[in-house]
């Protein structure tokens, strides 16, 4: 039963992939496909490229990408038709710029609040602990009948 189950989970596995048997004559075109193609966001996935999705607009696109390339079209040619038709969400790592400047500075922000926090909470507590301990005035009587107190409860 076993090896029945591994064999099944192994088919499973090789099949979840996307197969893509396009190829380019030109070597250089088919790095450009495969570049591309790594790119591009699966719009219908939204955390896979398109070189990995199985979904049809992904399969769509890698068509659209071949064709292009067949046709002559530039990596930028190609990236510019996609965001324009798409927008910048189909670049799986968009550029920097005014539009996405919150996209890349949002996890760095985050970061730098949370460490800033964390810095003043336990400043915080630090300065609280010493407040606590500066502010009583405990004399060696004091001492002596809270030492004493604290052992008639123990016997209690």
Known sequence: MKPILFIMLLVI???SHAVDSRQLSDPKQQESYETLTKELRCLVCQNQTIA????????DLRRQVY??????KSE???????TDRYGEFVLYKP???GKTSLLWIAPVLF???GLMTVFFVIRRKRATAQFNVDTLDITPEKQKKIRSLLEKGELS
């Open 111 to 113: 970061l730098f609040m």
């Open 13 to 15: 596995s090789i099949n």
């Open 76 to 82: 930028q040619d190609i990236i510019g038709y996609m």
């Open 95 to 97: 550029a920097f710029a």
């Open 67 to 72: 064709e292009m390339l067949q046709q002559g």
């Open 52 to 59: 990995d999705s199985n979904a049809e607009l992904a399969s």
